[in-house]
């Protein structure tokens, strides 16, 4: 029998904000005002299109807002872009540039964000790290400890799309399938679409096993744009304990 993700509905824990490890130093998690909220999923599963409208509906609600994601770090995002052209970085080389990026946004941007009080929308976190890391064979509980800066968030979606969609979308937004989204340094298959498919089922399967660990909420994003969204709405709500109206026409 085929098994499928948890759809339950589940509420953010009402608890006070911690580490998913040892934190960074010096960091007084009780004024962290603001919201933390992730929107995970491959790409072509729609994160990108959520965000944004998060964003204007957040805005138009009067909420600050700051954005976040892979590969942003004014530290290492530019080297990393160049270094993955060439499609020759080992895994581990690969995992630390990345975890590298994400302590740089952590620090300097998520948290004083955080510390302002803003709602810091982050289009995939340590989640798609660490399910990249493990596909290619990297030691959970080495990643745990890697990661172990990163804050909780107040909320985690999952868009989840069969990895036959995710395909169609992506060829049809670049005509292309990308190198590492292909998992073509597995050596899976020779042919990127077979690879593609092959490496997209393996990473789902590791976030139906990371979702009883994080407990993440599990959104159908093979639905409309709007149906998607107003799922989201209602689970940010939930998050922030309150309706949340727009001021847009008050």
Do not use: C
């Not at 072509?44 to 204007?56: D, H, K, N, P, Y």
């Amino acid at each position: 029998m085929k098994r499928q993700f948890d759809t339950r509905v589940i509420l953010p824990r009402r608890t006070p904000r911690r580490w998913y490890g040892q934190g960074i130093p010096g960091v007084n998690l009780d004024t962290l005002a603001g919201k933390l909220i992730v929107v995970e999923g491959a790409d072509g599963s729609g994160r990108s299109t959520q965000i944004a409208r998060l964003v204007e509906w957040l805005e138009a609600s009067g909420h600050a807002t700051v954005q976040v994601g892979l590969k942003r770090s004014t530290l290492v995002s530019a080297e990393l872009e160049v270094a993955q052209k060439g499609n020759t970085l080992s895994h581990a080389t690969l995992s630390l540039f990345y975890a590298t990026d994400f302590a740089d946004q952590m620090e300097n941007i998520i948290l004083p964000a955080l510390k302002a009080g803003a709602m810091v929308l982050s289009d995939r976190y340590i989640y798609t790290l660490m399910a990249r890391d493990m596909v290619r064979g990297i030691d959970e509980k080495w990643l745990k400890n890697l990661y172990g800066v990163a804050l909780v968030p107040d909320a985690v979606f999952y868009l989840n799309v069969p990895p036959e969609e995710l395909v169609q979308r992506n060829l049809a937004k670049n005509a292309s399938l990308d190198y590492w989204e292909s998992g073509m340094d597995l050596g899976l298959s020779r042919d990127m679409f077979d690879s593609f498919l092959k490496y997209q089922t393996l990473l789902t399967t590791v976030f139906k096993r990371m979702q009883t660990t994080y407990g993440f909420t599990i959104v159908d994003g093979n639905r409309s744009v709007e149906a998607v969204f107003a799922q989201l709405k209602k689970r940010i709500e939930s998050a922030l304990g309150n309706p949340i109206h727009s001021r847009r026409h008050a």
